[in-house]
């Protein structure tokens, strides 16, 4: 169930930043969800910009500022296997990949020029991301 069907009355009273009352309450939500633990730095981004709670620019942001590595540094499939020594590298590969992905549906919508063409460049990697 989404916050929006939760204030139906005040759902689109708009607050700080110029956000509805139901994507307020949806960041403070997932911010104390990834606060005490139960959702990560990469779940919490990516449900941000799957509900729309920030604007495209804002939220592609969040989703680079989210990416546990550089593209320079990043695990991919010719240049790291699945092994449990590994494991850190690989998991950081696909969070990249995931927010990558979530930042790359925000595209058409960003006006950052900047934030277009880093997500661009990542978008190129995702085939060989983990």
């Known amino acids: 169930m989404s916050c929006r069907q939760l204030l139906p009355g005040d759902g689109e009273r708009r607050y700080g930043h110029g956000r509805a009352a139901w994507q307020e309450l949806g960041l403070w939500l997932l911010g104390s969800c990834e606060a005490a633990g139960v959702l990560d730095r990469t779940d919490t981004v990516c ?3 799957r509900y729309g709670l920030l604007d495209p ?41 995931r ?3 979530a930042a790359g549906g925000l595209l058409p919508r960003v006006r950052d020029r900047a934030l277009r063409e880093e997500v661009a460049a990542w978008l190129e990697l995702r085939t060989r991301l983990m």
């Open 57 to 97: 620019d804002a939220a592609v942001r969040a989703c680079l500022d989210a990416v546990p590595v550089s593209r320079a540094d990043v695990a991919t499939r010719e240049s790291t296997s699945y092994t449990r020594e590994n494991l850190m590298a690989v998991n950081a590969s696909r969070a990249a990949k």
């Open 99 to 101: 927010l990558s992905l």
């Open 47 to 49: 449900e941000i910009v």
